[in-house]
């Protein structure tokens, strides 16, 4: 049984929730400190989570149904260029890495706003570190998960469009 647009944003919800409780697990339980791209990544995660929640809870017809699709699609496509920008960071020979940069907390205390932001999201050597689980990065689980993100708001899209025409065409 296909699961309505309704409640595939509630699975697309509790998907990105389960994202985030396992970078919160790896975070707090192994200790492993978040890079910027990572803590970037889950921002999106969180994004792309909060735009499915609202649009299960407000249930909106065509044009609603459409636009929280094409955000969802637009939230996954920024999410997954940060993690590609990490892979390839990662990718990077150790000569050519950039250098670690100053912590997060760190960064918003000394820098203005708009320069901690770009320096957040450009990474920094930290964000060369692997982890891995199942043998892939933490990164490339991301980008499947962004990819998956975006295919399955594209296929909500696809769906809120054809029935606002057969909406149309009952009228």
Not at 74 to 101: K, M, N, R, T
Request: charged residues 10%.
């Amino acid at each position: 049984m296909i699961p309505s647009i309704r409640q595939t944003n509630l699975i697309i919800f509790l998907g990105c929730l389960g994202l985030i409780l396992v970078g919160v697990f790896y975070e707090h339980v192994m200790k492993y400190e978040p890079c910027p791209l990572c803590i970037t990544q889950r921002a999106f995660f969180d994004l792309i989570g909060i735009l499915a929640l609202i649009a299960f809870l407000h249930n909106p017809k065509f044009k609603g149904l459409q636009i929280y699709a094409v955000l969802g699609i637009l939230a996954a496509l920024g999410g997954g260029y940060f993690a590609q920008h990490q892979l390839w960071i990662q990718s990077l020979p150790a000569d050519q890495v950039p250098a670690c940069g100053p912590g997060l907390a760190y960064m918003f205390e000394a820098f203005p706003f708009m320069e901690a932001v770009k320096l957040l999201l450009q990474g920094d050597g930290s964000c060369a570190e692997v982890h891995k689980i199942l043998g892939l990065s933490f990164a490339g689980w991301s980008l499947i998960a962004f990819v998956g993100l975006g295919f399955i708001n594209l296929w909500q899209l696809v769906r809120a469009v054809k029935n606002s025409g057969v909406s149309a065409q009952a009228s």
